[in-house]
C-alpha cells in the first residue's frame, strides 16, 4: 500500500515539473511579421493578440493549443502556426519573430 502511494506522489512530481518546462505562458513582443504587435498567453488556453491593422490598433480573444514545440493560435475561427524556441514564437513571414518579456 505504502509503495502504491509514493508511486502516484512521484507521478504527480513528474507531471508538474513536465508542465513547468513546456510552460509557454506569457507576453510575447512580435517583430518581422504583417500585423502581429504582441501575444499574450493565459490559463485556460486563451490568446490574446494586438495587432495593427490598416493603421488602427485592434486586440482579439481566441484560444490557442500546444503540441510539443508546435503552438497553434485560432482567434475568430483563423488558425496561425508557431513554433517555441526557448523565448521565441516564430511564426515564419506571417507571424514574425514574438519574443517573451
Same mark, same amino acid.
Given at each position: 500500500?505504502k509503495i502504491?502511494?509514493v508511486?502516484?506522489l512521484?507521478?504527480a512530481? %513528474?507531471?508538474?515539473? %513536465?508542465?513547468g518546462c513546456?510552460?509557454?505562458k506569457?507576453?510575447?513582443?512580435?517583430?518581422g511579421?504583417?500585423?502581429?504587435q504582441?501575444?499574450?498567453?493565459?490559463?485556460g488556453?486563451?490568446a490574446?493578440v494586438?495587432?495593427?491593422?490598416?493603421?488602427s490598433?485592434?486586440?482579439?480573444?481566441?484560444?490557442?493549443?500546444?503540441?510539443g514545440d508546435?503552438v497553434?493560435?485560432?482567434?475568430?475561427?483563423?488558425?496561425?502556426?508557431f513554433?517555441h524556441?526557448?523565448?521565441? %514564437?516564430?511564426?515564419g513571414?506571417l507571424?514574425?519573430?514574438?519574443?517573451a518579456q
Amino acid at each position: 500500500m505504502k509503495i502504491k502511494y509514493v508511486g502516484l506522489l512521484g507521478l504527480a512530481v %513528474l507531471a508538474l515539473v %513536465l508542465n513547468g518546462c513546456s510552460n509557454i505562458k506569457g507576453t510575447y513582443n512580435c517583430k518581422g511579421g504583417i500585423f502581429l504587435q504582441s501575444i499574450t498567453l493565459e490559463s485556460g488556453d486563451k490568446a490574446t493578440v494586438t495587432g495593427n491593422v490598416f493603421g488602427s490598433i485592434q486586440q482579439k480573444v481566441g484560444t490557442y493549443a500546444v503540441d510539443g514545440d508546435n503552438v497553434t493560435i485560432t482567434v475568430g475561427g483563423q488558425s496561425t502556426p508557431f513554433v517555441h524556441k526557448g523565448k521565441v %514564437l516564430d511564426g515564419g513571414e506571417l507571424g514574425g519573430q514574438c519574443t517573451a518579456q
